[in-house]
Nanobody, 128 residues
Framework: QVQLVESGGGLVQTGDSLRLSCAASGRDFGRTSGTYSMGWFRQAPVTEREFVADIGWITGTLYYADYVKGRFTISRDNAKKTMYLQMNNLSPEDTAVYYC?????????????????WGKGTLVTVSS
């Protein structure tokens, strides 16, 4: 099992920045973290959960959704088993619950069907 805990959400204004964190733990992650990919998804009200970005835990290879390229940056600290999402130039369209996701598989970018573990989410609200 892998546990994922997000933090860092909150209420900001248009143009502001925010950094989300996701702490990973669990026996399986510690033993086989080299095979994992981790990422971020988001879900706004009355919409499907959508992919934001992901990162190979060891390789560091990155994937981004087109709508966040140039504004969001995903990174990780292997020693802390923590992943980050730096979000810049936020707009009201970025308002959503952001979920941390992890998968031990090799299919990239992550999709809802390939994610094995989800965090509970952290709410980001961007006011205009």
């Amino acid at each position: 099992q892998v546990q994922l805990v997000e933090s860092g959400g909150g209420l900001v204004q248009t143009g502001d920045s925010l950094r989300l964190s996701c702490a990973a733990s669990g026996r399986d992650f510690g033993r086989t973290s080299g095979t994992y990919s981790m990422g971020w998804f988001r879900q706004a009200p009355v919409t499907e959960r959508e992919f934001v970005a992901d990162i190979g835990w060891i390789t560091g290879t990155l994937y981004y959704a087109d709508y966040v390229k140039g504004r969001f940056t995903i990174s990780r600290d292997n020693a802390k088993k923590t992943m980050y999402l730096q979000m810049n130039n936020l707009s009201p369209e970025d308002t959503a619950v952001y979920y941390c996701a992890a998968s031990p598989g090799l299919i990239r970018p992550l999709s809802r069907s390939t994610v094995n573990y989800w965090g509970k989410g952290t709410l980001v609200t961007v006011s205009s």
